[in-house]
């Protein structure tokens, strides 16, 4: 199952994903710059093979629900991400907020 719900932080809009996976949840939460995403996101790949797109992206590790998405630190950014000022321990919701 897909669920896909606008998430307001701070007046600014951004839209939740969650896909229910056998056994594990997908999750992110983007806007039209960039996005942050549980586990499954893949930063080093997005940082070695994909730099030139400049993604702007974070990954939180261990998140169960998008609230956890939000107020989880991020392990890892893209170095799109970096040049936005969010860095590794930002909060998801304060990472976001850079994204705009």
Not at 7 to 19: G, M, S, V, W, Y
Not at 22 to 44: E, H, Q, S, W
Not at 71 to 86: D, F, K, R
Request: proline residues 3%; charged residues 25%; positive net charge.
């Amino acid at each position: 199952m897909v669920t896909m719900t606008p998430i307001i932080i701070e007046d600014k809009q951004f839209t939740a994903i969650t896909i229910a996976l056998p056994k594990t949840n997908f999750m992110a939460v983007i806007n039209d710059k960039g996005y942050i995403m549980c586990g499954a996101l893949d930063v080093r790949l997005l940082n070695e093979k994909l730099k030139e797109r400049g993604i702007i992206a974070g990954r939180a590790v261990g998140v169960r629900t998008i609230e956890q998405l939000l107020e989880a630190p991020l392990e890892s950014v893209t170095y799109g991400a970096q040049e936005l000022g969010i860095t590794v321990g930002t909060k998801g919701r304060d990472a976001l907020l850079k994204m705009v």
